[in-house]
């Protein structure tokens, strides 16, 4: 296989298969993309792992956009202990996300990890859902360990407190009920058959005694059993005085029980007791492809683990590891670099530059001075502070958003879906039908006829194929979507989705990127010997912005340095080929004031070589592209607002689509969300489309709260929809999707109407038996089932064709 | 807890293998020697031990059991050990398995010949086999469920559920159908009669084609095409779907081949629909196997081993489309009797189990030897010869059968049959044999290609018997302090599988009893129909050991065309005392319900020593030494108390004077044969099969057309 | 027919038995992950090859596991 990479131009890595363009380590006959890939390369070989690269090509995971991280948060017992499965004497059991996890070598590697460690007894990797469960000796090897070894071959677990749910399917229950319905199913049906084809069995005695005792006997685990969980849910809503579409499936399958063994024990007859299970099973298909659909998206986060989950508390000389919630105000802690500010603090050191990209989707980090209160959620960026915790975390400026009574349960206007409404009237219609057809029969004297009448009104009318039509097509649409890169909360969220007229939009991190920023040199560029010096030297910092100069300026080969130095905040220097250079502040680089003049809403680094300025690289937000073509599709159906956090410079910018009217700048998180309530008190459907924790308050607001994220590890629990930043030109078509879904939920709706309204006409007479009924309503049901998936994936087609698939695996 | 390290066990595998090899040379050649004497009778090379009727029930035997059983043994030894990280639960169950089964087929091989047959399709084997067949089966099971328990894996791997199904039901099937009281060694009777005894025949025939040719397969398929093509199978879902669709709706299928017979109708209309609803889950493993394959059709191109499990898939998709169709009523009017089972029945055994079995040891000896395939080219010769040997094998037979239906069923103008006379059918189809007997040929001169390249490949390599390998231990299921019952049953997986099997047993037999009471035939009881004079069981049991129930039906379906060539259609009472049923499912020859008194017992004379001499043309083999060997009137009395045990109303004390009542009988037939210038003397055979020839069907015999 | 009772009640407790089975895969999570168990089923490795790790020789070995 590595001869197949020869042939390439630029090498790629042995290990990762990425390009090696920044640089180049060779390595026994192997070239690798960065230190990071050869080491675990080189513990790979040493345990005689190497046939990891003969499972798949070049399947490691790259080293290159490693974060260095502290898990030093693990040495606590207390917390370590609560992310284990299961614990004895000798043994521990843990599961972890590893989001890396992504082809059929990783399952390999991770699995052998006892090779790696003789703690280590066995690992057990689930694919799908990207984890891993490792059972250790926790003597030999502590969690801490197990997570560094993880780390040190680029396979870091993303610890989450959340981490331990759902260690067992929360689908075995479905598969059992679907399973055991579709076993009674089958069986009952072949005791019914001999009657479909009105046939002689009750020539054969013996079997006409014992087929309709089978029936029954197979009718208790579907009744008691697979169907329990409408009846519950019926009996919820009826205690509440509501009426939900589990009512009246509740009550066809509860006539249809008692009247079979009506049949069955005073008539011996055979009873519907395979149209009952039919019945059953089908609504359980449609179910669990409802279920199927959430697993997609694991939302609502606590705020919490945005933060690391215990931190460096300062005790008079010595450092100790606590737990967040267990610190309080004026508590000093010590921040590393790249670690999350807890809680609103002051900042005791000098200086800090802090990053509150998730909080605001501001990119350029903002310089704090010694004295200034710095906030919960940003990361600090470069070399580590002390901090004196000003609140504890859970009052901290962030949670306030969240306590927000607005983001209270119940906040957002409890929106009772369309199936749920229909089916109230439905209940009561078909119940009044069905008692006045039985009670006409009753008064024509025709008992017989009027339990007739009576259960199949009930069955033909049961309103599965209703059930069905929403989960199934709104639930196929989430699947859809999530594959396009737009993630839904749940079937609702589609809906609700689907009503909106009026769009707002938030700045930074919405219509601009916040991940990129456009860097402008002012001044005369140097020679490219320097700039090489340059590079390497951007290379050294961890500061963001040389992390965005490094990438932008072009490729140089690494130079030797000497005597580096990093003053935070203002800047580096050191000695490369002879020649001092310092990058940074103005009064950093040559102690004068700035002479070039200053940009709005852009921060600058200066480049001085041997005392001589060269000049600045001016870094500033970039919007997305074609967002031009996204206002002005948008506009014609939708009301179109701004709501920005940032000064107005921007405007005229945005002139060009927006009218000056719908855009409003320097707005505060409450006051956003005050917008959306008047527009929402106007009778509005309004949907928010921002980014970041601030925006909270505006997002669950308003009917529809859309994310725009870079990552789906920025989860923004607001929110009922993330969408990739790159997919934001997508937006129209999603809605034109939403719209469309939508209106198929309807049209299954009339469909499943027309089977009723036909069924009912025959069955008040009693001209139905049972039996037909019985057959027509799973047949409804699949027909609307048809209709839906097929539907939904002609729509899918249609508007979601030209989506590039997200990027998992 | 830790690493630990074990050794799979190759060698037991190794040697079902080279049985499977073995086996399969052997079955197919005397299939082909059975398809050679179809247009050929000297081919049966003028002795009794080597005529159609007695090597049929050899060839199927031998292909089914020996060929398709020793392969299912080896892949099964191969794959779960593999799939489970474990070892085989106990090596000498292994070698009891190995050696019990060859001993089964070796028995049978001998015994068939010889004439030892109970006459059920595919459960031939007289009962001391039939007891040893379940022992050793047993045994497997227990080697099998040990090895799953001993485990290392916690998730057993689709192939395995498959593995146990297949065990558990044919453990079963096996059981109720070999229900019988035995005479004496070789020698029983079937518990069941007529209607009964069919029916159960045909629950176990469709299941034993279901559970030993099918879901056994598809474990394979699971296991070694994904491993064959280097990649996962394409949906594991769907095969976990697949399975559990399968095993719900098989067991009740069987019915489906006895439609038009005497069988209540709703059982019938119940086997056909039950078929319908198997298309599904059988497509379901057909689509998930070639769909494993997608985007590497390129492999499959330079790979032979690749191509043989394609065309295998292939072959099963056809089959299993094929069955249910020829459950329709319609269809079944046509197929039934004809060489369509035949050709339905050989897509199978030649394309799907053939193949796999190929492809799987293509794969499996390099891997055991570790080495490479001897040669590509020879494998690829062999896959092209095994294709076109089936081509050649099938399409004269599906012509064929559409002959044999046009002409049977073929009334002139003035409403008389267009040819009254079988033969002229058999004559017109005699090339179509030919043809086949050809494809047979190829087919097996590939097996032979085959057996040449594993030998080298063998030689190159060197065998490891005992392959090294580790695994972390299974450690016990941890779960939280509630349900605590569901905790017992997971410790005890199999615990279930062992009691359920028990369960069916005991439920079995107990349900059985009654039956044996045969109080049950009442209800289709005719009074005109009476038991067996002893000569004429006598006779009858002549008839099944020399296997002529494999080409003479005795079923008249009530179709008009059938009633006007061999008289009034079969009733259901008629068989009450046909312990065990001989309906016969394949006409080479007529029907002979109502052959009693058609001729005279000089035709049947002339015709046993010589059916040219009576019939010119016909491809009947002659029976010379029924003319020499006596029949065997000692063991009457025996039969007739069997008998009686099985309800048939012998009055008590009539086995005293039995053989005097035979003999009686026999000499009125020699003397009407004397008449027609014939000498014979009445303890030959022949004269007990004109008995049993001249009885039949003629109790409730009505107007028919021929007299 | 008798003789259908008996079938039909054989073949019921077959698939009843069948059906426990079925209960107690998905109670002890046989099913819980169905997508690795695929790809695990692919290797079956060797145990620990104690060989001195030369990349060289490392590559030998990746070919002859290419091969298989």
């Not at chain 1, 069955?264 to 359980?284: C, K, T, W």
């Not at chain 1, 040559?590 to 002479?595: A, H, L, M, R, V």
């Not at chain 1, 809605?735 to 008040?764: D, E, H, P, Q, T």
């Not at chain 2, 060997?629 to 063991?635: C, M, S, T, V, W």
Request: hydrophobic share 45%; net charge neutral.
């Amino acid at each position: 296989m590595s001869i197949s990479k020869a042939k390439n131009q630029i090498l790629e890595c042995r290990h990762c298969g990425e390009k090696c363009d920044q640089e180049l380590i060779e390595n026994q006959g192997h070239n690798f993309c960065c230190e990071g890939c050869r080491i675990v390369y080189e513990i790979l070989l040493e345990n005689d792992l190497d046939n990891f690269y003969s499972v798949a090509d070049s399947p490691g995971v790259s080293s290159k956009k490693k974060k260095i991280q502290n898990f030093d948060f693990l040495k606590d017992k207390a917390f370590s202990n609560s992310l284990l499965d299961f614990k004895n004497e000798e043994i521990s059991k843990v599961r972890f996300y590893i989001p890396a996890i992504h082809c059929s070598a990783c399952i390999w590697l991770l699995e052998k990890l006892y090779k790696l460690h003789s703690g280590i007894i066995s690992s057990r990797v689930d694919f799908n859902k990207k984890t891993v469960i490792i059972s250790f000796k926790h003597q030999e090897l502590s969690l801490l360990e197990l997570v560094k070894l993880l780390d040190s071959i680029a396979y870091t677990p993303d610890i989450q407190l959340d981490n331990k749910k759902s260690n067992t399917s929360p689908y075995r229950r479905i598969w059992l009920q679907i399973g055991i319905a579709g076993f009674v199913f089958g069986n009952s049906m072949l005791f019914s058959l001999p009657e479909y084809f009105g046939l002689d069995l009750f020539d054969e005695d013996i079997l006409s005694k014992i087929f309709p005792f089978l029936n029954a006997l197979l009718a208790l685990p579907v009744v008691f059993f697979t169907a329990q969980d409408y009846f519950k849910s019926a009996w919820a809503a009826l205690k509440q005085k509501q009426i939900n579409m589990d009512v009246p499936i509740s009550i066809g399958i509860i006539t249809l029980f008692t009247y079979s063994y009506y049949i069955i024990f005073f008539q011996s007859g055979l009873g519907y007791i395979d149209s009952l299970s039919g019945l059953v099973f089908f609504l359980l298909i449609g179910k669990y492809y409802q279920q199927k659909t959430f697993d997609h998206l694991r939302f609502d986060r606590d705020i919490q683990s945005f933060f690391p989950l215990s931190v460096t508390k300062i005790k008079g000389q010595q450092e100790e590891q606590v737990l967040l919630n267990s610190i309080i105000p004026s508590d000093i802690l010590k921040i590393r670099n790249e670690e999350i500010i807890p809680a609103d603090s002051l900042l005791i050191s000098d200086e800090a530059s802090i990053d509150y990209s998730f909080v605001t989707g501001e990119s350029v980090p903002e310089i704090n001075q010694k004295e200034e209160l710095i906030y919960a959620g940003g990361r600090l960026k470069g070399a580590a502070i002390l901090v004196q915790v000003k609140k504890s975390p859970s009052q901290s400026y962030l949670a306030q958003l969240w306590d927000d009574e607005s983001i209270q349960q119940g906040a957002k206007a409890q929106v009772q879906s369309t199936a749920d409404k229909i089916s109230k009237y439905f209940t009561a219609v078909v119940l009044a039908i069905a008692i006045i057809s039985f009670g006409t029969w009753i008064y024509l004297g025709d008992f017989e006829s009027g339990i007739r009448a009576f259960t199949t009104v009930l069955i033909v009318a049961c309103p599965c194929a209703l059930a069905l039509a929403t989960p199934v097509t709104l639930g196929y649409a989430m699947r859809v979507l999530s594959k396009a890169g737009f993630f839904v909360k749940s079937t609702q969220s589609v809906e609700d989705l689907s009503k909106i007229d009026s769009i707002v939009f938030d700045k930074t991190g919405t219509l601009t990127y916040s991940d990129k920023a456009e860097v402008v040199f002012d001044g005369n560029m140097p020679e490219h010997k320097v700039l090489a010096a340059v590079k390497t030297l951007f290379n050294q910092s961890k500061h963001p912005l040389s992390q965005i100069i490094y990438n932008w300026l072009p490729f140089y080969p690494a130079q030797k340095i000497e005597d580096y130095k990093e003053i935070s905040g203002q800047g580096i220097s050191a000695k490369v080929n002879g020649q001092i250079i310092k990058l940074g502040k103005k009064q950093f680089v040559d102690n004068q004031e700035t002479d070039f003049d200053k940009k709005a809403s852009s921060s600058q680094v200066y480049i001085n070589v041997d005392g001589l300025t060269y000049g600045c690289f001016n870094i500033k937000h970039v919007f997305r592209k074609n967002i031009g073509d996204l206002f002005n599709s948008l506009s014609t159906n939708y009301k179109l607002n701004l709501l920005s956090g940032d000064q107005a410079s921007e405007k005229e910018f945005l002139k060009q689509w927006l009218p000056e009217e719908n855009m409003y700048f320097e707005q505060l998180p409450g006051d956003k969300k005050e917008f959306i309530t008047k527009w929402q008190d106007a009778h509005q459907k309004v949907m928010m489309a921002g980014d970041g924790l601030n925006d909270s308050a505006a997002l669950r607001k308003s009917d529809f709260g859309l994310a725009i994220t870079e990552s789906t590890s920025q989860f923004s629990p607001a929110c009922d929809g993330i969408l990739f930043g790159e997919n934001l030109k997508q937006l129209p078509n999603i809605m034109r999707f939403s719209k469309a879904a939508f209106r198929l939920v309807i049209a299954g709706f009339v469909l499943s109407f027309l089977y009723n309204v036909v069924g009912l006409s025959f069955a008040v007479q009693a001209l139905l038996s049972p039996v037909i009924a019985a057959i027509l309503m799973p047949i409804s049901s699949f027909s609307v089932v048809l209709l839906a998936t097929l539907g939904t994936r002609y729509l899918a087609g249609k508007y979601l064709i030209n989506f590039e698939k997200s990027r998992d695996l | 807890m830790g690493i630990e390290k074990f050794h799979y066990d190759n060698k037991v595998v190794k040697y079902f293998a080279i049985a499977t090899v073995i086996w399969g040379a052997i079955g197919m050649l005397v299939g082909l020697l059975a398809a050679t004497q179809m247009f050929a009778p000297e081919a049966n090379l003028g002795s009794e031990y080597t005529t159609f009727g007695r090597i049929r029930p050899l060839h199927t035997n031998a292909v089914i059991f020996a060929f398709v059983g020793n392969a299912i043994f080896a892949g099964v030894y191969y794959s779960m050990q593999r799939l489970l990280k474990t070892r085989m639960f106990n090596d000498a169950l292994s070698w009891i398995n190995f050696w019990g089964w060859q001993l089964i087929i070796l028995s049978a091989v001998i015994t068939l010949p010889m004439g030892f047959t109970s006459s059920k399709e595919y459960a031939e084997l007289e009962w001391p086999i039939d007891i040893a067949i379940a022992i050793i089966w047993i045994v497997f099971g227990i080697n099998m469920i040990g090895t799953i328990i001993k485990r290392r894996e916690k998730h057993m791997y689709v192939a395995i559920w498959f593995y146990i199904a297949s065990f558990i039901t044919v453990a079963v099937l096996h059981v109720v159908n070999s229900f019988a009281i035995p005479v004496d060694f070789m020698k029983s009777y079937s518990a069941f009669s007529g209607v009964q005894d069919a029916l159960v025949q045909w629950w176990y025939g469709h299941n034993a084609v279901a559970f030993f040719l099918t879901t056994p397969y598809l474990g394979l398929m699971y296991y070694f095409l994904p491993k064959a093509a280097n990649r996962p199978i394409y949906s594991y879902k769907l095969s976990i779907v697949h399975f559990w669709a399968l095993i719900f709706l098989y067991i009740w299928a069987g019915p489906h081949h006895l439609l038009y017979t005497s069988l209540p109708e709703w059982a019938q209309a119940l086997g056909t629909a039950f078929s319908i609803m198997l298309i599904a889950p059988s497509w379901g493993g057909m689509v998930n196997g070639l769909l494993t394959l997608r985007g590497a059709w390129d492999k499959v191109k330079e790979d032979p081993i690749l191509k043989f499990m394609v065309v295998a898939i292939t072959a099963y998709g056809m089959a299993v489309f094929e069955g249910p169709m020829l459950s329709l009523k319609s269809v079944n009017a046509i197929a039934h009797y004809t060489d369509w089972i035949v050709a339905h029945v050989h897509i199978g055994a030649l394309g799907w189990n053939g193949f796999l079995t190929f492809g799987m040891l293509y794969w499996m000896i390099p891997q055991m030897w570790k080495t490479k395939l001897f040669s590509r080219k020879l494998a690829n010769t062999h896959f092209w010869l095994g294709t076109l040997g089936i081509i050649f094998y099938a399409l004269p037979m599906y012509v064929s059968a559409f002959t044999q239906w046009l002409m049977w069923k073929e009334f002139t103008p003035e409403g008389i049959l267009q040819y009254p006379n079988f033969l002229s059918t058999t004559l017109q189809i005699i090339p179509m044999y030919m043809i086949r007997a050809f494809g047979g040929l190829l087919y097996l001169s590939g097996v032979f290609v085959m057996v040449y390249n594993l030998i080298k490949t063998a030689k190159a390599g060197n065998f490891v018997a005992n392959e090294a390998a580790e695994a972390p231990a299974l450690e016990k299921a941890v779960s939280k302090g509630k349900e605590y019952w569901h905790r017992v049953w997971e410790r005890k997986p199999i615990f279930f599988t062992i009691l359920t099997t028990i369960a069916i047993l005991l439920g079995g037999i107990f349900e059985l009893i009654p039956s044996f009471m045969m109080k049950d035939n009442e209800a289709t009881k005719i009074e005109a129909v009476k038991p067996y004079t002893p000569l004429e069981l006598e006779g009858r049991d002549i008839y099944i050991s020399e296997g002529c129930v494999g080409c003479h039906s005795q079923m008249i379906r009530p179709f008009r065309y059938e009633t006007e060539r061999y008289g009034e259609y079969s009733k259901a009472g008629e068989f009450v005392y046909d312990h065990p049923f001989l309906w016969g499912s394949k006409r080479t020859g007529p029907d002979l319900h109502r052959v009693g008194g058609k001729y005279p017992d000089s035709w049947h004379f002339n015709h046993m020593y010589d059916p040219r001499s009576m019939s010119p043309g016909s491809t009947m083999p002659p029976y010379p030494w029924l003319l020499q060997q006596p029949y065997d009137l000692e063991g009457l009395p025996d039969k007739i108390t069997v008998m009686r045990k099985l309800g048939v109303p012998y009055e008590e004390g009539f086995e005293e004077n039995v053989e005097a009542n035979a003999l009686a009988q026999a000499k009125g037939i020699v003397k009407s044969l004397e008449a027609d210038g014939i000498e014979t003397v009445p303890e030959a055979k022949i004269v007990a099969l004109i008995a049993y020839l001249q009885r039949l069907g003629t109790d409730i015999k009505v107007e028919t057309a021929d007299n | 027919m008798n003789i259908l009772v008996v079938l039909i009640i054989v073949s019921l407790i077959v698939a009843s038995g069948f059906l426990i089975a079925f209960i107690w895969a998905v109670r002890s999570g046989q099913y819980d992950d169905a997508s690795t168990p695929s790809y695990r089923m692919l290797w079956d490795d060797a145990t620990t090859k104690k060989e001195s790790k030369k990349s060289n020789q490392s590559t030998n070995h990746k070919q002859q596991s290419n091969g298989n």
